[in-house]
């Protein structure tokens, strides 16, 4: 009888054994418990239908959403930056968009002067010049501003000047001739002297567009933030109005407006040169007239302020402008300036 009892005692822990052994899981097709974001992973859960033991694995995080926003529009010198904004996180990232292409393409084809002729209304001597403008864009253009250098023969550089061209729409593909625009010769500024007596054939022309404006009103430049910025380091005004009447013994053949101007400097560099657009309104807040107008010849230290007063222009008594601005009195005269480029001390431009 003992026999039998330890031998059925040895079964039963047997079968305790057998039954305690490792279930084999079948687990369902997992659910979801927690979504996974663009910033942390989820959560699946699967439970097994045997013994309802629980696992969990994650999710991988889903992709971004990126919203895109050009930040800095690129310039003719500069590369822009676009901004890439994911709406659900706020991660962002940047990437620099090219410097824009020379789509527009200016070039002098011709040189004439044009002497003195006070009977024609011309007090001094002009060069006149003829331009090329191709538009090498798919939309037609309403005006292009830039920068013209002349050099001489060996490269050196007689003078820049501002030179915008309006008036006329340059078709998308196609090219126009400008022959009317040209400076007045002051003879006793040597650049000016050289550039009129040099022959077209030995003169160099580069063209800096820094603007293009299509027809549809949208430019490469955002005038307004452009302006905001430059005046936010310079700021001009103008402080007084001086008529000088015909003075030939002073070598001055029409009368002459001069201005006194204060230009101050809010940077933390020296200023080498300012340039910009002077505009003229009446006591009626109306537009008599816009000209380019640049300070040179002066360093303006930084946080100080340095007094220009033998800039101005030569009247021609046949425009109205000219006589409407040297018959005004100072104080019936609003002024406004533009700053649209700095040259700094060390070389270093905006």
Do not use: W
């Not at 560099?269 to 380019?292: A, W, Y």
């Amino acid at each position: 009888m003992k026999k039998i009892v330890m031998c059925g005692i040895f079964v039963f822990l047997m079968l305790s054994v057998m039954g305690c052994g490792e279930c084999k899981h079948e687990f369902d097709a997992g659910t979801v418990t927690k979504n996974p974001t663009c910033a942390e992973e989820g959560e699946r859960t699967y439970t097994c239908s045997l013994c309802q033991f629980v696992k969990t694995e994650s999710v991988e995080k889903v992709a971004h959403t990126y919203g895109e926003e050009v930040t800095k529009s690129p310039t003719f010198k500069e590369e822009g930056v676009k901004t890439y904004t994911c709406e659900a996180c706020g991660h962002s990232y940047t990437e620099a968009i090219p410097v824009l292409e020379d789509v527009v393409i200016v070039s002098v084809t011709g040189k004439t002067n044009l002497p003195q002729d006070i009977k024609a209304g011309r007090f001094s001597d002009r060069v006149q010049l003829v331009f090329s403008i191709e538009n090498e864009t798919d939309q037609a253009i309403k005006g292009v501003q830039g920068k013209l250098t002349v050099k001489d023969l060996f490269g050196e550089k007689i003078l820049t000047m501002n030179c915008d061209f309006t008036g006329e729409m340059i078709p998308a593909k196609g090219a126009i001739s400008v022959d009317d625009l040209g400076m007045d010769i002051n003879q006793f500024l040597e650049e000016h002297v050289k550039f009129y007596n040099t022959d077209f054939a030995d003169l160099q022309f580069e063209y800096e567009v820094t603007n293009i404006v299509y027809d549809n009103g949208s430019g490469t430049v955002d005038q307004s933030e452009a302006q905001a910025a430059q005046e936010s380091k310079v700021s001009v005004g103008v402080t007084d109005k001086q008529n000088l009447d015909v003075d030939y013994k002073a070598g001055r053949f029409s009368a002459r407006v001069e201005f006194t101007f204060e230009v101050s400097n809010f940077t933390e560099k020296d200023i080498k040169g300012v340039q910009g657009i002077l505009t003229i309104k009446d006591l009626f807040d109306v537009e008599i007239i816009s000209l380019g107008l640049d300070f040179t010849g002066q360093t303006i230290a930084a946080g100080s302020s340095v007094v220009f007063s033998d800039l101005g222009f030569d009247i021609n008594e046949f425009m109205e402008d000219h006589v409407k601005v040297y018959n005004t009195d100072f104080d019936d005269l609003k002024f406004a300036y533009e700053v649209t480029a700095i040259v700094y001390s060390d070389g270093t431009t905006e």
